[in-house]
């Protein structure tokens, strides 16, 4: 037996919180499949992360923003480029598994294999927390550019903020305000207030 699968046979357990801080190689956490579904998983440098599910304040606008990706997808004319959106998903960078607040595929013409098919747009609810916030804005930034992704947005209620990062190195800025386009998905509107005002139903999350 290798010296990767007899680590993969120990982790036969329920990983849950008193794993946090465990070392991991990504084959043996790809391979983990009973979790305690109380917590979220990521593994960063090698090592687990397990914290807290997201709260109201993250759930209710990625809700919101899952009912407005449905809608377009169903009945807008240019609806059928949106392959599939789904919240909390894995993303495999080289060297991390990233747990999206919501991932976005678009232009497959079929449903996308969540191993292989990069997602095309990435979404984040920052939470409040420094460290959190620097995961979100600098250290996922990296990531997902290096994988591919075209656009990594970030919704940040502490701020007010909603921040564009694209493949190709420019940045879009918005306010609460505005209503958000893209190019990738012809004819969608992103009322960001509509997002801002779920999340500001839960001002302590």
């Not at 998983?41 to 109201?56: K, N």
């Not at 232009?107 to 984040?124: A, M, T």
């Amino acid at each position: 037996m290798t010296a990767v699968a007899e680590s993969i046979t120990e982790l036969e357990h329920t990983l849950g919180l008193e794993d946090n801080g465990r070392s991991m190689t990504v084959d043996e956490f790809d391979a983990a499949e009973d979790f305690d579904d109380r917590y979220r998983y990521e593994l960063i440098r090698g090592v687990l992360i397990v914290s807290p599910m997201a709260g109201p304040g993250e759930t209710s606008p990625n809700d919101g923003l899952g009912f407005l990706f449905s809608a377009y997808q169903r009945f807008h004319a240019e609806g059928r480029c949106l392959d599939e959106t789904l919240p909390e998903f894995y993303i495999r960078t080289r060297d991390n598994r990233r747990r999206a607040d919501r991932a976005v595929w678009i232009g497959l013409g079929r449903s996308p294999r969540p191993q292989q098919d990069v997602p095309v747009i990435v979404v984040e609810f920052v939470a409040r927390s420094h460290r959190d916030r620097r995961r979100d804005y600098v250290e996922k930034k990296a990531e997902y550019a290096e994988i591919g992704v075209r656009e990594y947005w970030i919704v940040d209620p502490h701020q007010r903020r909603f921040t564009v990062y694209h493949l190709d190195g420019s940045v879009e800025t918005l306010n609460p305000t505005d209503v958000y386009r893209t190019l990738l998905l012809p004819g969608f509107e992103l009322p960001l207030g509509e997002l801002f005002a779920a999340a500001d139903r839960y001002p302590d999350n």
